[in-house]
């Protein structure tokens, strides 16, 4: 059993969870809201799925990373990735700053997830 007295990543672990469920809340916001921006249905699609393309392409050398930097600092460096692309989804006023925080979100998923 893990003691969460002694485990110095529970404040990660917490941070986490309240990052997935960001990420969750978006999943059916993300559609309408590219269509807003004049995306047609296929580029809808696109733009929903970019995040997790990025994600596998680039989950095996973030995996290497790991191996050389360590958990944590990859961990919270993907943290501070999905605050950007939070951000970049905030003031997108184009498809274009919508695709970049798409990219930027899959990168730090990539981060995350192993």
């Given at each position: 059993?893990?003691?969460?007295?002694?485990?110095?990543?529970?404040?990660?672990?917490?941070?986490?969870?309240?990052?997935?469920?960001?990420?969750?809340?978006?999943?059916?916001?993300?559609?309408?809201?590219?269509?807003?921006?004049?995306?047609?249905?296929?580029?809808?699609?696109?733009?929903?799925?970019?995040?997790?393309?990025?994600?596998?392409?680039l989950v095996a050398p973030i995996g290497l990373l790991i191996n050389r930097l360590?958990?944590?600092?990859?961990?919270?460096?993907?943290?501070?990735?999905?605050?950007?692309?939070?951000?970049?989804?905030?003031?997108?006023?184009?498809?274009?700053?919508?695709?970049?925080?798409?990219?930027?979100?899959?990168?730090?998923?990539?981060?995350?997830?192993?």
């Amino acid at each position: 059993m893990i003691s969460i007295k002694n485990n110095s990543l529970f404040p990660l672990y917490i941070l986490a969870f309240l990052v997935f469920g960001g990420i969750a809340m978006l999943f059916p916001v993300i559609s309408p809201f590219a269509a807003s921006l004049g995306a047609d249905v296929p580029t809808v699609g696109f733009i929903v799925a970019l995040q997790l393309y990025v994600t596998g392409i680039l989950v095996a050398p973030i995996g290497l990373l790991i191996n050389r930097l360590g958990r944590r600092n990859l961990f919270v460096a993907g943290i501070f990735l999905n605050i950007i692309s939070f951000s970049f989804y905030l003031f997108a006023s184009n498809l274009n700053l919508l695709t970049i925080g798409r990219v930027l979100g899959g990168l730090a998923s990539g981060a995350l997830y192993p």
